[in-house]
T-cell receptor
Framework: QQQVKQSPQSLIVQKGGISIINCAYE??????FPWYQQFPGKGPALLIA?????SEKKEGRFTISFNKSAKQFSLHIMDSQPGDSATYFC???????????FGKGTRLHILP | ETGVTQSPTHLIKTRGQQVTLRCSSQ?????VSWYQQALGQGPQFIFQ???????GRGNFPPRFSGLQFPNYSSELNVNALELDDSALYLC????????????FGPGTRLTVT
């Protein structure tokens, strides 16, 4: 049972463009939604996270949009750069349970 | 760098063998979680240890076991290895169970032949 569904599987964006990755969840008990960035040979690193009482969170070029009624959230990378080329994972966690449930990942490639 | 280290980097084992993977957390991080990341997939939670006690387990069989030591190091042991156990094994540490940010190590790539 996949509790967090992520799309697309892969994404190619021109330098300077906007990269958008979408996720949907099923369990309304989730109350923490992080995004992780993973480079080859490295472990995932927390990029940005949001809680369901907020509809949008922005940190630099990275923005999470959250739609609680639709049970969807997305990551927007503005002014995408070649250094942003990595695999991105959306995830979810319940407050009382520290287990993080990851999506399957999106491999992002930014063309120079 | 996250300050979380794992060893070895790569490992090749034969089906049926046993393996021990090691993780060294940041000083002061009392919680360690282990994840299995199959190729092309997201990490899957195996279990978590808090102050040397198991504090939650994912959908993995008992042949996956762990230990956590007072010096912020921990182990993941897998018995009776199967081909499907081939994956990247990640540990992640945090100060407290339930804390938002977990710091991941670089992982150990296990290949079972």
């Amino acid at each position: 049972q996949q509790q967090v569904k992520q799309s697309p599987q892969s994404l190619i964006v021109q330098k300077g463009g906007i990269s958008i990755i979408n996720c949907a969840y099923e369990n309304t008990a989730f109350d923490y939604f992080p995004w992780y960035q993973q480079f080859p040979g490295k472990g995932p690193a927390l990029l940005i996270a949001i809680r369901p009482d907020v509809s949008e969170k922005k940190e630099g070029r990275f923005t999470i949009s959250f739609n609680k009624s639709a049970k969807q959230f997305s990551l927007h990378i503005m002014d995408s750069q070649p250094g942003d080329s990595a695999t991105y994972f959306c995830a979810a966690r319940m407050n009382r349970d520290d287990k993080i449930i990851f999506g399957k990942g999106t491999r992002l490639h930014i063309l120079p | 760098e996250t300050g979380v280290t794992q060893s070895p980097t790569h490992l090749i084992k034969t089906r049926g063998q046993q393996v021990t993977l090691r993780c060294s957390s940041q000083s002061g991080h009392n919680t360690v979680s282990w994840y299995q990341q199959a190729l092309g997939q997201g990490p899957q939670f195996i279990f978590q240890y808090y102050r040397e006690e198991e504090n939650g387990r994912g959908n993995f069989p008992p042949r996956f076991s762990g230990l956590q030591f007072p010096n912020y190091s921990s182990e993941l042991n897998v018995n009776a290895l199967e081909l499907d156990d081939s994956a990247l094994y990640l540990c992640a540490s945090s100060r407290l169970a339930g804390e938002d940010e977990q710091y991941f190590g670089p992982g150990t790539r296990l290949t079972v032949t």
